[in-house]
């Protein structure tokens, strides 16, 4: 079923959709961190993760993962995935889950695509019966720990992303639902 807001509507992606939408995560991914990364590794990043037969598309294919993508016409302009916990929480509570990935495209910033897509993922945990969420998040990316801060997630951890020869810092955060 889709749900509809204004001039975006929101589903579950199709498999017929499933290539647009990893060419939509890459370009946010790429605007977002492209600047902080050496070239050739991002760019292997960018196939492993994005490019056919790469993590995101083993997710589309998991039934343990859930999505909802905003749509745009019939371009997707955002998403969010909820999975089984992945993030190296410490003591989590069992069923826990994870809002692994939240990307909207930089034009939709500030049209409430992140709120309805957020606000999907919580009730998602929440139908789970999932006790609470986690999410990570870089850590300097203060704009995201503001958003999340208002949906009342807060940090219990630390974590690192690497990417070629760069180790990043990222923040654990939970939600108890």
Known sequence: MALRSNEITYSAPEVGEHAALRAMAR??????????????????????????????????G???????????????????????????????AP???????????AEWHGRGVAVELVEWALRTAVARRAPEIYLTVFD????????????????????TFTLGDRVDDDRIWRREL
């Open 140 to 159: 300097h990316n203060e704009r995201a720990k503001r958003f999340y801060r208002r949906y009342g997630f807060a940090e219990v951890g630390r974590c």
């Open 95 to 105: 069923g826990a889950v994870e809002l692994q990935q939240i990307y909207v495209l």
């Open 27 to 60: 370009e946010s991914f790429a605007a977002t961190f492209g600047a902080r990364y050496d070239a050739g590794p991002f760019g292997e990043f960018l196939d492993e993760t994005y490019g056919p037969g790469g993590s995101m598309d083993r997710d589309l």
């Open 62 to 92: 998991n039934p343990d993962v859930r999505w909802l993508v905003a749509f745009h016409r019939s371009a997707p302009v955002g998403y969010a995935k909820v999975t089984p916990l992945r993030a190296p929480a410490v003591d989590p």
